[in-house]
T-cell receptor, first 113, second 112 residues
Framework: GAVVSQHPSWVICKSGTSVKIECRSLDFQATTMFWYRQFPKQSLMLMATSNEGSKATYEQGVEKDKFLINHASLTLSTLTVTSAHPEDSSFYIC?????????FGQGTRLTVV | GENVEQHPSTLSVQEGDSAVIKCTYSDSASNYFPWYKQELGKRPQLIIDIRSNVGEKKDQRIAVTLNKTAKHFSLHITETQPEDSAVYFCAASGGSNYKLTFGKGTLLTVNP
């Protein structure tokens, strides 16, 4: 299958700081990438659709000013959690689709202290 | 939007038995139905998928069936092994936006 790489795999940050998470498609170009959030023992909740060269599309209830998404190239999308708070602590995971199949990055465990 | 329901939420079987997980979807326009396996702390891994022009697909011990009329699809795992223990998610997507909507997941435990 296709390879999607996410970095970092885990991060601890202080409240009020910002954290950037990168998602790369290593062996294919992805005009669209997706960002999910997953709480323990729960499903993947789509946060936003990242579109190369244009604005991201956010799901209802997701604050676009808090979760900044940039998709500047066909292989890279970034998610920046701004002014992080403890309730933002979660597992964030990206995916990119090749043909119809979706492939996921390793995920990023964010802990805000 | 699409809504995917998945059952059961937990499933415990003995090694060698079969396991069946069922999902229903709401959007008749959905045409792609993948299944993912997620081990604790790891990324979801695609294990099998099916498109709406196919009723059944099999890959070794794993099979998926799709009933478009009833809008439901199922995952079947035969001869289960302890390493099959994980959370399994079904998903559905359709149209041009490629968004996947996931079910809530099934925790499968295979007891040796």
């Amino acid at each position: 299958g296709a390879v999607v790489s996410q970095h970092p795999s885990w991060v601890i940050c202080k409240s009020g700081t910002s954290v950037k998470i990168e998602c790369r498609s290593l062996d294919f170009q992805a005009t669209t990438m997706f960002w999910y959030r997953q709480f323990p023992k729960q499903s993947l909740m789509l946060m936003a659709t990242s579109n190369e060269g244009s604005k991201a599309t956010y799901e209802q209830g997701v604050e676009k000013d808090k979760f900044l998404i940039n998709h500047a190239s066909l292989t890279l999308s970034t998610l920046t959690v701004t002014s992080a708070h403890p309730e933002d602590s979660s597992f964030y995971i990206c995916s990119a689709r090749r043909d119809s199949a979706a492939f996921f990055g390793q995920g990023t465990r964010l802990t805000v202290v | 939007g699409e809504n995917v329901e998945q059952h059961p939420s937990t499933l415990s079987v003995q090694e060698g038995d079969s396991a069946v997980i069922k999902c229903t979807y709401s959007d008749s326009a959905s045409n792609y139905f993948p299944w993912y396996k997620q081990e604790l702390g790891k990324r979801p891994q695609l294990i099998i998928d099916i498109r709406s022009n196919v009723g059944e697909k099999k890959d070794q011990r794993i099979a998926v069936t799709l009933n478009k009329t009833a809008k439901h699809f199922s995952l079947h795992i035969t001869e289960t092994q302890p390493e099959d223990s994980a959370v399994y998610f079904c998903a559905a997507s359709g149209g041009s936006n490629y968004k996947l909507t996931f079910g809530k997941g099934t925790l499968l435990t295979v007891n040796p």
